[in-house]
């Protein structure tokens, strides 16, 4: 049995689960909460820099973060089923690069209300990461919002971006990104594990 | 030729970098500094995030981030250079995310400085990203300090942290980790690109 430290909400750790359903290895894997800020939790014996996902294997090996899981997932169930060959793998990754970099910016949003009283909020700061996501997003409306033949790591990841902004920002990006929100609505009906893992704020 | 967007003192740069070097493609590529905060850069055009290291192909096409750029310069260079092959593919992808997280929270405190007025800053928060830092180092220190037969990406992102810290941080890391500095200058007496690449603060 492999054991996955995450939490609920992390969009990061719900890119892992999806890809594990779409893999067929929901079976083989546990999920055990992890407390980030808790520095008596396991998490940092895992993983030493504390941070989720981080997936336990069956030999006390320990892999992290997030990419190099969903690849160790894709290697266990065959290779190259949610990884694509050729250009298009590399199109996949940068896929992946830009809705992990979306959700690395939305967290820090988040963070600055979860670390600092409200008289130390830095609204540059703020809105350098909001215009991340922003532009992100306009890129992603723009020529990423094609409903895919066939799923891969790409797409899981452009889900749980989208996904984390309706948890977090009430799901403004919905208003300015209509091509989106009807490629979120084509992988939620394909993608049974989207609204399994979903969580309410 | 390519064109890599990247600043003198990235460390995620610098992985590119080396990693290009080590590959025997340095001279297809052409690096051309970008300005992150600058919103007129063609960086954000190239890269919507607005993050460096982004590389523009022939063709147009730009690839980020840092991790998807020197895993195809290694399928440039015919494959599996710089990314070994069965378990020893996780374990060097697993170091490359230690490190890259080493250096992400390296840059978080570097940020504070960088966004905020001294009044702003947060000990809460840096605390948790020099943790983060600590803790990647010890670990480091016991596991991934014996000098590498086969230089892999594990080596070269975890060269850039450590040079990192010792740009933005004057090199404490080294009081303690006797272990590391040593693997350090084993490194760098094998990979003239990591004195090529240095800079000063």
Redesign the interface.
């Known amino acids: 049995m492999l054991t996955l430290r995450s939490s609920p909400a992390s969009p990061f750790g719900r890119k892992v689960k999806i890809s594990a359903s779409l893999l067929g290895l929901t079976d083989r894997i546990q999920v055990t909460d992890a407390d980030t800020l808790n520095p008596e939790d396991s998490l ?1 014996q895992q993983n ?4 989720i996902p981080a997936l336990v294997l069956e030999n006390g090996e320990t ?3 997030s ?2 899981i969903v ?2 997932l894709d ?1 266990l169930a065959g290779g190259g089923r949610i990884f694509p060959a050729g250009w298009e793998r ?1 199109a996949a ?2 896929q992946q ?2 809705a ?3 959700m690395d ?1 939305a967290l820090l949003q988040v ?1 600055e209300g979860r ?2 009283p409200t ?4 609204p ?2 703020i809105d ?1 990461q909001a ?2 996501v922003r ?2 997003l ?2 992603a409306e723009a020529y990423l919002a094609t409903p895919a033949t066939e799923l891969h790591i790409g797409h899981i990841a452009q889900a749980c971006a989208l996904g984390y902004l309706d948890l977090r920002f009430g799901g403004r990006w919905r208003e300015n990104a209509p091509k989106l929100v009807a490629w979120l609505a084509d992988f939620e009906a394909r993608v049974p594990a989207f609204a399994k893992t979903r969580v309410s704020a």
């Open positions: 940092r030493p820099l504390g941070k892999l992290y973060d990419r190099v690849e160790y290697h590399f990754l940068r690069a830009l992990d970099g979306i910016a963070y670390f600092r008289e130390k909020h830095e540059k700061w350098h215009d991340k532009r992100g306009d890129h």
